[in-house]
């Protein structure tokens, strides 16, 4: 594997629930970002390599949820309560070297970025 995978996107209702998983190597540092219609990419939230350390942006951190399972390479991000300002593609993004305060701080670090999902919240 040369790059994360994101799988889950789709359609829902504002409040539904979403999970999307993204098949990465349990060596990398995962983050999650997002690039709405007309705007440009932001950081969603961040995961350790061994899972016990994450990180979300504000507008998120109360509704999401990053975790990772590595005995099936796979991160995921639960999403709860979801708004239409959340409608985006959403990227996986990877780093083999660093922490998740430093992806939070300058996503333009992540070494290995995916082909994104798109995930779109009626209202």
């Known amino acids: 594997q040369v790059q994360p995978v994101e799988s889950g996107g789709g359609l829902v209702q504002a409040g539904d629930s979403l999970r999307l998983s993204c098949a990465a190597s349990t060596s990398w540092i995962i983050g999650w970002f997002r690039q709405a219609p007309g705007k440009e990419r932001v950081f969603v939230a961040a995961?350790?390599?061994?899972?016990?350390?994450?990180t979300y942006a504000e507008s998120v951190k109360d509704r999401f949820t990053i975790s990772r399972d590595n005995a099936k390479n796979t991160v995921f991000l639960q999403m709860n309560n979801l708004k239409f300002e959340d409608t985006a593609v959403y990227y996986c993004?990877?780093?083999?070297?660093?922490?998740?305060?430093?992806?939070?701080?300058?996503?333009?670090?992540?070494?290995?970025w995916g082909e994104g999902t798109l995930v779109t919240v009626s209202s």
């Open positions: 995961i350790n390599r061994s899972g016990t350390l994450t």
């Open positions: 993004a990877a780093k083999e070297m660093g922490t998740i305060v430093t992806i939070k701080a300058d996503p333009r670090s992540m070494d290995y």
